[in-house]
Protein backbone atom coordinates (compact mmCIF):
# COMPACT_ATOMS: atom_id res chain seq x y z
CA UNK A 1 0.00 0.00 0.00
CA UNK A 2 1.16 3.64 -0.90
CA UNK A 3 2.35 5.82 1.56
CA UNK A 4 -0.32 7.77 3.38
CA UNK A 5 -2.54 4.45 3.49
CA UNK A 6 -2.27 3.58 6.68
CA UNK A 7 -2.53 7.01 8.07
CA UNK A 8 -6.41 6.81 6.64
CA UNK A 9 -6.78 4.02 8.19
CA UNK A 10 -5.53 5.44 11.91
CA UNK A 11 -7.69 8.18 11.02
CA UNK A 12 -11.01 5.80 10.44
CA UNK A 13 -10.39 3.48 13.44
CA UNK A 14 -10.22 6.60 16.08
CA UNK A 15 -13.09 8.30 14.17
CA UNK A 16 -15.47 5.44 14.10
CA UNK A 17 -14.43 4.30 17.40
CA UNK A 18 -16.17 8.05 18.94
CA UNK A 19 -19.28 7.28 16.38
CA UNK A 20 -19.57 4.28 18.07
CA UNK A 21 -19.47 5.15 21.81
CA UNK A 22 -21.18 8.36 20.49
CA UNK A 23 -24.36 6.39 20.02
CA UNK A 24 -24.41 4.01 23.22
CA UNK A 25 -23.73 7.40 24.82
CA UNK A 26 -26.43 9.26 23.55
CA UNK A 27 -28.82 6.83 24.21
CA UNK A 28 -27.84 7.36 28.06
CA UNK A 29 -28.63 10.73 27.65
CA UNK A 30 -32.16 10.39 26.42
CA UNK A 31 -32.31 7.29 29.43
CA UNK A 32 -31.71 10.27 31.69
CA UNK A 33 -33.98 12.29 30.37
CA UNK A 34 -36.53 9.43 30.52
CA UNK A 35 -37.18 10.11 27.16
CA UNK A 36 -39.66 7.24 25.57
CA UNK A 37 -38.39 4.18 23.07
CA UNK A 38 -39.54 5.54 20.17
CA UNK A 39 -37.35 8.72 20.63
CA UNK A 40 -34.27 6.60 20.06
CA UNK A 41 -34.67 6.22 16.43
CA UNK A 42 -34.54 9.91 16.09
CA UNK A 43 -31.51 9.78 16.81
CA UNK A 44 -30.41 8.03 13.54
CA UNK A 45 -33.21 10.08 12.24
CA UNK A 46 -31.61 13.25 12.56
CA UNK A 47 -28.20 11.99 11.72
CA UNK A 48 -28.83 10.41 8.89
CA UNK A 49 -31.22 13.61 7.29
CA UNK A 50 -27.79 15.69 6.97
CA UNK A 51 -26.25 12.91 4.61
CA UNK A 52 -29.65 13.52 2.36
CA UNK A 53 -30.17 17.26 2.61
CA UNK A 54 -26.28 17.79 2.10
CA UNK A 55 -25.32 15.15 -0.68
CA UNK A 56 -25.36 17.66 -3.50
CA UNK A 57 -22.85 19.86 -1.92
CA UNK A 58 -20.56 17.04 -0.04
CA UNK A 59 -19.43 15.38 -2.68
CA UNK A 60 -17.90 19.10 -4.16
CA UNK A 61 -16.48 20.12 -0.98
CA UNK A 62 -14.64 16.56 -0.57
CA UNK A 63 -13.10 17.34 -4.27
CA UNK A 64 -12.36 21.09 -3.62
CA UNK A 65 -9.84 20.66 -0.67
CA UNK A 66 -6.99 18.37 -0.22
CA UNK A 67 -9.05 15.07 1.29
CA UNK A 68 -6.97 14.94 4.38
CA UNK A 69 -8.11 18.70 5.37
CA UNK A 70 -11.96 17.66 4.54
CA UNK A 71 -11.83 14.84 7.15
CA UNK A 72 -10.14 17.53 9.56
CA UNK A 73 -12.87 19.60 9.26
CA UNK A 74 -15.39 17.13 9.37
CA UNK A 75 -14.06 15.65 13.08
CA UNK A 76 -13.97 19.27 14.47
CA UNK A 77 -17.53 19.32 13.85
CA UNK A 78 -17.95 16.25 15.25
CA UNK A 79 -16.08 17.97 18.16
CA UNK A 80 -18.97 20.67 18.38
CA UNK A 81 -21.51 18.44 18.39
CA UNK A 82 -20.55 16.94 21.46
CA UNK A 83 -19.74 19.81 23.17
CA UNK A 84 -23.59 20.82 22.29
CA UNK A 85 -24.48 17.25 24.37
CA UNK A 86 -22.19 18.51 27.17
CA UNK A 87 -23.58 21.89 27.98
CA UNK A 88 -27.41 20.64 27.57
CA UNK A 89 -28.18 21.05 24.13
CA UNK A 90 -31.20 17.93 23.20
CA UNK A 91 -29.30 14.80 22.50
CA UNK A 92 -31.33 14.98 19.01
CA UNK A 93 -30.24 18.04 18.17
CA UNK A 94 -26.67 18.43 18.71
CA UNK A 95 -26.48 14.58 17.24
CA UNK A 96 -27.73 16.17 13.61
CA UNK A 97 -24.28 18.70 14.23
CA UNK A 98 -22.59 15.61 14.33
CA UNK A 99 -24.50 13.80 11.38
CA UNK A 100 -23.20 17.30 9.13
CA UNK A 101 -19.54 16.10 10.20
CA UNK A 102 -20.48 12.59 9.30
CA UNK A 103 -21.88 13.73 5.59
CA UNK A 104 -19.07 15.96 4.95
CA UNK A 105 -16.77 12.93 6.36
CA UNK A 106 -17.84 10.02 4.34
CA UNK A 107 -17.05 11.24 0.24
CA UNK A 108 -13.50 12.16 1.57
CA UNK A 109 -12.95 8.93 3.36
CA UNK A 110 -13.49 6.44 0.62
CA UNK A 111 -12.56 8.81 -2.17
CA UNK A 112 -9.10 9.36 -1.65
CA UNK A 113 -8.99 5.41 -1.83
CA UNK A 114 -9.72 5.94 -5.37
CA UNK A 115 -7.12 8.97 -5.83
CA UNK A 116 -4.47 6.94 -3.92
CA UNK A 117 -4.58 3.67 -5.16
CA UNK A 118 -4.38 1.81 -8.50
CA UNK A 119 -7.86 -0.58 -9.06
CA UNK A 120 -6.62 -3.32 -8.09
CA UNK A 121 -6.02 -2.64 -4.98
CA UNK A 122 -9.51 -1.17 -4.16
CA UNK A 123 -11.10 -4.44 -2.87
CA UNK A 124 -8.20 -4.96 -0.14
CA UNK A 125 -8.11 -1.46 0.73
CA UNK A 126 -11.75 -1.35 1.58
CA UNK A 127 -11.34 -5.13 3.55
CA UNK A 128 -8.52 -2.94 5.80
CA UNK A 129 -11.00 0.10 5.83
CA UNK A 130 -14.28 -2.08 6.74
CA UNK A 131 -11.40 -3.97 9.33
CA UNK A 132 -10.48 -0.64 10.96
CA UNK A 133 -14.01 0.07 11.34
CA UNK A 134 -15.24 -2.93 12.86
CA UNK A 135 -12.34 -3.05 15.36
CA UNK A 136 -13.35 0.35 16.26
CA UNK A 137 -16.76 -0.57 15.78
CA UNK A 138 -16.06 -3.27 18.81
CA UNK A 139 -14.29 -0.93 21.01
CA UNK A 140 -16.27 1.65 20.75
CA UNK A 141 -19.75 -0.18 21.59
CA UNK A 142 -17.57 -1.84 24.37
CA UNK A 143 -16.06 1.53 25.78
CA UNK A 144 -19.45 3.04 25.31
CA UNK A 145 -20.82 0.29 27.26
CA UNK A 146 -18.08 0.16 30.10
CA UNK A 147 -18.76 4.04 30.52
CA UNK A 148 -22.37 4.14 31.03
CA UNK A 149 -22.03 0.96 33.42
CA UNK A 150 -22.91 1.70 37.60
CA UNK A 151 -19.40 1.71 38.58
CA UNK A 152 -18.43 4.45 35.84
CA UNK A 153 -21.48 6.21 37.07
CA UNK A 154 -20.09 6.12 41.01
CA UNK A 155 -16.69 6.84 39.65
CA UNK A 156 -17.38 10.12 37.96
CA UNK A 157 -20.28 10.81 40.82
CA UNK A 158 -17.14 10.80 43.04
CA UNK A 159 -15.09 13.52 41.24
CA UNK A 160 -17.32 16.31 41.40
CA UNK A 161 -16.69 17.75 37.97
CA UNK A 162 -18.54 20.32 36.41
CA UNK A 163 -20.52 19.12 33.46
CA UNK A 164 -19.72 15.90 33.86
CA UNK A 165 -22.37 15.01 36.29
CA UNK A 166 -23.47 11.71 35.01
CA UNK A 167 -21.52 8.29 33.75
CA UNK A 168 -23.27 9.59 29.87
CA UNK A 169 -21.95 13.13 30.14
CA UNK A 170 -18.38 11.51 30.89
CA UNK A 171 -19.24 9.12 28.22
CA UNK A 172 -19.31 12.10 26.09
CA UNK A 173 -16.30 14.15 27.49
CA UNK A 174 -13.94 10.61 26.62
CA UNK A 175 -16.11 10.77 22.84
CA UNK A 176 -15.24 14.20 22.11
CA UNK A 177 -11.66 13.67 23.05
CA UNK A 178 -11.59 10.18 20.52
CA UNK A 179 -12.78 12.72 17.66
CA UNK A 180 -10.53 16.28 18.64
CA UNK A 181 -7.44 13.05 18.20
CA UNK A 182 -8.88 11.80 14.80
CA UNK A 183 -8.90 15.37 13.57
CA UNK A 184 -5.22 15.91 14.54
CA UNK A 185 -4.73 12.30 12.66
CA UNK A 186 -6.20 13.37 9.46
CA UNK A 187 -3.33 16.26 9.47
CA UNK A 188 -1.08 13.81 8.33
CA UNK A 189 -2.84 12.32 5.56
CA UNK A 190 -0.92 13.27 2.44
CA UNK A 191 -2.41 15.74 -0.51
CA UNK A 192 -2.29 12.80 -3.90
CA UNK A 193 -2.34 15.43 -6.19
CA UNK A 194 -6.18 14.49 -7.55
CA UNK A 195 -7.54 17.82 -8.77
CA UNK A 196 -11.22 18.57 -9.84
CA UNK A 197 -13.27 20.81 -12.15
CA UNK A 198 -13.41 23.55 -9.05
CA UNK A 199 -17.38 24.41 -8.15
CA UNK A 200 -18.26 27.54 -5.74
CA UNK A 201 -20.04 26.21 -2.90
CA UNK A 202 -22.07 29.51 -3.59
CA UNK A 203 -23.80 28.66 -6.11
CA UNK A 204 -26.23 26.06 -4.86
CA UNK A 205 -28.11 25.53 -7.88
CA UNK A 206 -25.57 24.72 -10.05
CA UNK A 207 -24.76 21.94 -7.38
CA UNK A 208 -27.53 20.37 -7.33
CA UNK A 209 -28.03 20.22 -10.99
CA UNK A 210 -24.18 18.90 -11.23
CA UNK A 211 -25.62 15.90 -8.16
CA UNK A 212 -28.88 15.11 -10.60
CA UNK A 213 -26.25 14.35 -13.04
CA UNK A 214 -24.50 12.61 -11.22
CA UNK A 215 -27.23 10.39 -9.31
CA UNK A 216 -28.92 9.94 -13.10
CA UNK A 217 -25.36 8.26 -14.31
CA UNK A 218 -24.99 5.77 -11.59
CA UNK A 219 -28.61 4.92 -11.89
CA UNK A 220 -28.65 4.52 -15.38
CA UNK A 221 -25.39 2.40 -15.43
CA UNK A 222 -26.50 -0.80 -15.37
CA UNK A 223 -23.43 -1.93 -13.06
CA UNK A 224 -23.75 0.32 -10.92
CA UNK A 225 -27.55 0.43 -10.14
CA UNK A 226 -27.56 -2.90 -8.93
CA UNK A 227 -24.44 -2.40 -6.33
CA UNK A 228 -26.32 1.17 -5.55
CA UNK A 229 -29.58 -0.77 -4.85
CA UNK A 230 -28.06 -3.45 -2.35
CA UNK A 231 -25.85 -1.55 -0.72
CA UNK A 232 -28.66 0.89 -0.11
CA UNK A 233 -31.09 -1.81 0.97
CA UNK A 234 -28.28 -3.63 3.17
CA UNK A 235 -27.09 0.09 4.72
CA UNK A 236 -30.32 1.13 5.82
CA UNK A 237 -30.75 -2.10 7.68
CA UNK A 238 -27.71 -2.29 9.20
CA UNK A 239 -28.03 1.34 11.22
CA UNK A 240 -31.55 0.10 12.24
CA UNK A 241 -30.83 -3.06 13.41
CA UNK A 242 -27.95 -1.11 15.78
CA UNK A 243 -30.57 -0.10 17.09
CA UNK A 244 -32.71 -3.11 17.26
CA UNK A 245 -30.25 -5.77 18.59
CA UNK A 246 -29.84 -2.93 21.80
CA UNK A 247 -33.59 -3.08 22.28
CA UNK A 248 -33.68 -6.87 21.23
CA UNK A 249 -31.23 -8.01 23.68
CA UNK A 250 -33.18 -6.21 26.66
CA UNK A 251 -36.43 -7.75 25.92
CA UNK A 252 -35.60 -11.33 24.46
CA UNK A 253 -31.91 -11.43 26.78
CA UNK A 254 -32.72 -9.77 29.47
CA UNK A 255 -29.84 -7.58 29.62
CA UNK A 256 -28.51 -3.78 30.08
CA UNK A 257 -27.70 -1.25 27.74
CA UNK A 258 -24.06 -2.06 28.50
CA UNK A 259 -24.83 -6.21 27.63
CA UNK A 260 -26.13 -5.11 24.02
CA UNK A 261 -23.61 -2.72 23.40
CA UNK A 262 -21.12 -5.96 23.61
CA UNK A 263 -23.37 -8.05 21.62
CA UNK A 264 -23.04 -4.93 18.96
CA UNK A 265 -19.51 -5.38 19.26
CA UNK A 266 -19.54 -9.51 18.93
CA UNK A 267 -21.46 -8.29 15.17
CA UNK A 268 -18.15 -6.29 14.79
CA UNK A 269 -15.71 -9.03 15.22
CA UNK A 270 -17.82 -11.08 12.97
CA UNK A 271 -17.57 -8.11 10.04
CA UNK A 272 -13.86 -7.88 10.46
CA UNK A 273 -14.10 -11.94 9.96
CA UNK A 274 -16.15 -11.55 6.96
CA UNK A 275 -14.34 -8.04 5.65
CA UNK A 276 -11.38 -9.92 5.89
CA UNK A 277 -12.17 -13.24 3.91
CA UNK A 278 -13.24 -10.98 1.25
CA UNK A 279 -10.32 -8.42 0.92
CA UNK A 280 -8.41 -11.63 0.55
CA UNK A 281 -10.52 -14.32 -1.19
CA UNK A 282 -12.65 -11.77 -4.03
CA UNK A 283 -10.66 -9.67 -6.38
CA UNK A 284 -12.15 -6.82 -7.71
CA UNK A 285 -13.30 -8.50 -10.82
CA UNK A 286 -15.42 -11.03 -9.40
CA UNK A 287 -17.11 -8.80 -6.76
CA UNK A 288 -20.52 -9.42 -8.40
CA UNK A 289 -20.42 -13.31 -7.04
CA UNK A 290 -21.19 -11.75 -3.23
CA UNK A 291 -24.55 -11.05 -4.21
CA UNK A 292 -26.33 -14.73 -2.60
CA UNK A 293 -24.49 -13.46 0.36
CA UNK A 294 -26.83 -10.94 0.82
CA UNK A 295 -30.09 -13.39 0.70
CA UNK A 296 -28.14 -15.42 3.37
CA UNK A 297 -28.45 -12.50 5.80
CA UNK A 298 -31.92 -11.89 5.11
CA UNK A 299 -31.94 -15.20 6.39
CA UNK A 300 -29.67 -15.23 9.51
CA UNK A 301 -31.43 -12.13 10.66
CA UNK A 302 -34.60 -14.06 10.60
CA UNK A 303 -32.78 -16.39 13.25
CA UNK A 304 -32.47 -14.26 15.05
CA UNK A 305 -35.73 -12.88 15.67
CA UNK A 306 -36.82 -15.94 17.36
CA UNK A 307 -34.12 -16.51 19.81
CA UNK A 308 -34.09 -15.90 23.12
CA UNK A 309 -34.10 -17.37 26.26
CA UNK A 310 -36.66 -18.73 26.97
CA UNK A 311 -35.44 -21.60 24.36
CA UNK A 312 -33.65 -22.90 27.13
CA UNK A 313 -34.48 -24.45 30.72
CA UNK A 314 -34.14 -22.03 33.58
CA UNK A 315 -30.40 -22.15 35.32
CA UNK A 316 -28.83 -23.58 32.48
CA UNK A 317 -25.37 -22.10 32.64
CA UNK A 318 -21.36 -22.70 32.50
CA UNK A 319 -19.03 -21.41 35.32
CA UNK A 320 -15.84 -20.10 34.21
CA UNK A 321 -14.12 -19.26 36.84
CA UNK A 322 -15.78 -16.85 39.01
CA UNK A 323 -18.46 -15.74 36.03
CA UNK A 324 -21.69 -17.82 35.46
CA UNK A 325 -22.60 -17.25 31.85
CA UNK A 326 -26.02 -18.35 30.86
CA UNK A 327 -26.05 -20.45 28.08
CA UNK A 328 -28.55 -18.48 25.79
CA UNK A 329 -25.39 -16.03 26.17
CA UNK A 330 -22.57 -17.65 25.13
CA UNK A 331 -24.97 -19.24 21.60
CA UNK A 332 -26.33 -15.23 21.50
CA UNK A 333 -22.57 -14.43 20.52
CA UNK A 334 -21.78 -16.95 17.40
CA UNK A 335 -25.33 -15.77 15.89
CA UNK A 336 -24.12 -12.53 16.18
CA UNK A 337 -20.86 -13.07 14.61
CA UNK A 338 -22.46 -14.72 12.06
CA UNK A 339 -24.39 -12.03 10.90
CA UNK A 340 -21.64 -9.36 11.00
CA UNK A 341 -19.52 -11.90 9.10
CA UNK A 342 -22.05 -12.06 6.15
CA UNK A 343 -22.54 -8.31 6.18
CA UNK A 344 -18.60 -7.57 6.14
CA UNK A 345 -18.25 -10.26 3.31
CA UNK A 346 -20.78 -8.94 1.14
CA UNK A 347 -20.49 -5.29 1.72
CA UNK A 348 -16.55 -5.15 1.59
CA UNK A 349 -16.40 -6.09 -2.45
CA UNK A 350 -20.07 -4.01 -3.38
CA UNK A 351 -18.42 -0.76 -2.08
CA UNK A 352 -15.29 -1.44 -4.06
CA UNK A 353 -17.19 -2.38 -7.12
CA UNK A 354 -19.56 1.21 -6.47
CA UNK A 355 -15.74 3.08 -6.01
CA UNK A 356 -14.34 1.56 -8.90
CA UNK A 357 -17.74 2.17 -10.93
CA UNK A 358 -18.04 5.43 -9.59
CA UNK A 359 -14.89 7.17 -10.13
CA UNK A 360 -14.81 6.01 -14.16
CA UNK A 361 -18.27 7.47 -14.31
CA UNK A 362 -17.77 10.55 -12.24
CA UNK A 363 -15.51 11.77 -9.65
CA UNK A 364 -14.53 10.19 -6.07
CA UNK A 365 -16.56 12.61 -4.33
CA UNK A 366 -19.59 12.90 -6.08
CA UNK A 367 -19.83 9.00 -6.41
CA UNK A 368 -19.66 8.74 -2.79
CA UNK A 369 -22.21 11.17 -2.22
CA UNK A 370 -24.77 9.68 -4.57
CA UNK A 371 -24.38 6.59 -2.41
CA UNK A 372 -24.68 8.08 0.92
CA UNK A 373 -27.54 9.91 -0.27
CA UNK A 374 -29.24 6.98 -1.66
CA UNK A 375 -28.18 4.74 1.72
CA UNK A 376 -29.49 7.46 4.00
CA UNK A 377 -32.97 7.93 2.26
CA UNK A 378 -33.09 4.28 3.11
CA UNK A 379 -32.11 4.94 6.54
CA UNK A 380 -34.80 7.84 7.43
CA UNK A 381 -37.35 5.07 5.53
CA UNK A 382 -36.68 2.24 7.89
CA UNK A 383 -36.15 3.83 11.04
CA UNK A 384 -38.67 5.82 10.52
CA UNK A 385 -40.70 2.65 9.87
CA UNK A 386 -39.33 0.93 12.99
CA UNK A 387 -40.29 4.08 15.61
CA UNK A 388 -43.74 3.66 13.98
CA UNK A 389 -44.00 0.07 14.99
CA UNK A 390 -42.76 0.54 18.27
CA UNK A 391 -44.92 3.48 19.00
CA UNK A 392 -47.61 1.17 17.95
CA UNK A 393 -46.52 -1.60 20.32
CA UNK A 394 -45.44 -3.92 17.91
CA UNK A 395 -43.26 -6.80 19.02
CA UNK A 396 -39.54 -6.85 18.64
CA UNK A 397 -38.84 -10.15 17.23
CA UNK A 398 -41.78 -9.50 14.72
CA UNK A 399 -40.10 -6.08 13.67
CA UNK A 400 -37.07 -7.98 13.15
CA UNK A 401 -38.65 -10.88 11.12
CA UNK A 402 -40.09 -7.92 8.78
CA UNK A 403 -36.62 -6.77 7.93
CA UNK A 404 -34.96 -9.73 7.61
CA UNK A 405 -38.45 -10.74 5.04
CA UNK A 406 -37.49 -7.43 2.99
CA UNK A 407 -33.84 -7.76 2.89
CA UNK A 408 -34.41 -11.41 1.56
CA UNK A 409 -37.05 -10.18 -1.16
CA UNK A 410 -35.45 -6.95 -2.08
CA UNK A 411 -31.97 -9.00 -2.95
CA UNK A 412 -33.27 -11.65 -4.51
CA UNK A 413 -34.71 -9.21 -7.00
CA UNK A 414 -31.86 -7.29 -7.15
CA UNK A 415 -29.97 -10.81 -8.37
CA UNK A 416 -32.58 -11.58 -11.37
CA UNK A 417 -32.16 -7.91 -12.53
CA UNK A 418 -28.10 -8.68 -12.58
CA UNK A 419 -28.52 -11.64 -14.30
CA UNK A 420 -31.10 -10.37 -16.75
CA UNK A 421 -28.44 -7.20 -17.50
CA UNK A 422 -25.70 -10.08 -17.86
CA UNK A 423 -27.77 -11.85 -20.56
CA UNK A 424 -29.45 -9.12 -22.65
CA UNK A 425 -26.68 -6.39 -22.26
CA UNK A 426 -23.52 -8.35 -21.50
CA UNK A 427 -22.79 -6.55 -18.54
CA UNK A 428 -19.21 -7.14 -17.29
CA UNK A 429 -16.95 -5.78 -14.68
CA UNK A 430 -13.88 -4.58 -16.93
CA UNK A 431 -11.04 -3.66 -14.37
CA UNK A 432 -7.21 -1.46 -15.59
CA UNK A 433 -5.14 -3.38 -12.80
CA UNK A 434 -2.81 -0.60 -13.23
CA UNK A 435 -4.92 2.13 -13.66
CA UNK A 436 -4.78 5.16 -10.61
CA UNK A 437 -7.63 6.23 -8.89
CA UNK A 438 -6.73 9.54 -9.70
CA UNK A 439 -5.55 9.37 -13.46
CA UNK A 440 -8.39 10.31 -15.80
CA UNK A 441 -11.04 10.60 -12.85
CA UNK A 442 -11.61 14.48 -13.82
CA UNK A 443 -11.94 13.86 -17.81
CA UNK A 444 -14.67 11.02 -16.94
CA UNK A 445 -16.37 12.93 -14.73
CA UNK A 446 -18.83 14.15 -17.61
CA UNK A 447 -18.46 11.37 -19.72
CA UNK A 448 -21.12 8.43 -20.57
CA UNK A 449 -20.96 5.46 -18.75
CA UNK A 450 -18.28 2.71 -20.28
CA UNK A 451 -19.68 0.07 -22.23
CA UNK A 452 -18.80 -2.37 -19.96
CA UNK A 453 -21.20 -1.21 -17.27
CA UNK A 454 -23.98 -1.03 -19.82
Known sequence: MKKGFYTIIAAQFTSSLADNALLIAAIALLVDRHSASW??????????????????????????????????????????????MLFGVHPIVAYGVVGIGAAAYSPAKYGILTELLPAR?????????????????????????????????????????????????????????????????????????????????????????????????????RLAQIVLAVTTLLWGAAVTLQLLVLKWAQTALGTTLSGGAVLQGVIGIGLAIGATLAATRLPLRKSMSALPVGIITGFAVIGMAFYNRDLFPAGWAIVIG???????????????????ALSGFFVVPMNAVLQHRGQVLLSAGHSIAVQNFNQNIAVLAMLGLYALMLAHGMAIPWIITLFGVFICLMMALAMRRHAYNVRHHGVRLVVDDDAAGAQGAHAARRGAAQPSGK
Open 322 to 340: AYRIPVYMLLAYPLMAVIG
Open 39 to 84: VTPLLQIFFSISYVVLAPFVGAFADSLPKGRVMFLANALKVAGCLL
Open 121 to 221: DLVKANGWIEAATVGSTILGTVIGGALIAPHAAAWIGALHLPLLDSAARGAMFVVMVCYAAAALINLGIPDTGARYEQVSLTRPAYLVRDFAHAFTVLWHD
